[in-house]
Structure formats: structure tokens, C-alpha cells
């Protein structure tokens, strides 16, 4: 498994685990929430996998993940 192997599944772990944190948040609200740390987890996961699909040359993807990244930038911004 190379670095950027390593990379692209760590995004995938943190984006994964985003659910677990809007999960017990809401459980804890008694209603639906996104806390600030599902949007940090989503930010940077699609960072990272901004940089596994540009390393492996598939630029329509990271073009994507640029897109996503606005977006959860703005969430944040948002959030505060």
C-alpha cells in the first residue's frame, strides 16, 4: 500500500466517521443536528481525497472534491 493508498483511506475514514459524530449529537439534542465537527471531518476528509484523486490522475473527481470543500467551508463559516 503506497502513501497515497494511505491518503484515500484515511479521507474515507473520516468521512465515515462524520456519521457517528452527527449521530450521537443528535441523540444527545433529541433532534437532528450537525455539530462543527462534522463539518471539520467532511472538510477534511474531502481534502484528502482532493489529493488521492489528483496523485492518481483523475481530475474530474478532485475537481469535485474542490467543489465540496467550498461548500463545507461555508457550513463552517456558517456554523460559528
Known amino acids: 500500500m503506497g502513501v497515497w ?24 439534542a433529541k433532534r437532528s443536528v450537525a455539530p462543527r465537527a462534522f463539518w471539520w471531518l467532511s472538510l ?5 481525497f482532493a489529493l488521492y ?4 490522475g483523475q ?8 467543489i465540496n470543500t ?3 467551508s461555508r ?3 456558517v456554523s460559528r
Do not use: H, K, M, Q
Open 5 to 28: 493508498d494511505v491518503v484515500g483511506w484515511t479521507g474515507n475514514a473520516l468521512f465515515f466517521s462524520r456519521f457517528f459524530v452527527e449521530w450521537i449529537a443528535s441523540e444527545r
Open 75 to 77: 457550513n463552517l463559516f
Open 44 to 48: 477534511v476528509a474531502t481534502i484528502l
Open 53 to 56: 484523486t489528483n496523485a492518481i
Open 70 to 72: 467550498a461548500i463545507y
Open 59 to 66: 481530475p474530474f473527481l478532485t475537481g469535485a472534491f474542490a
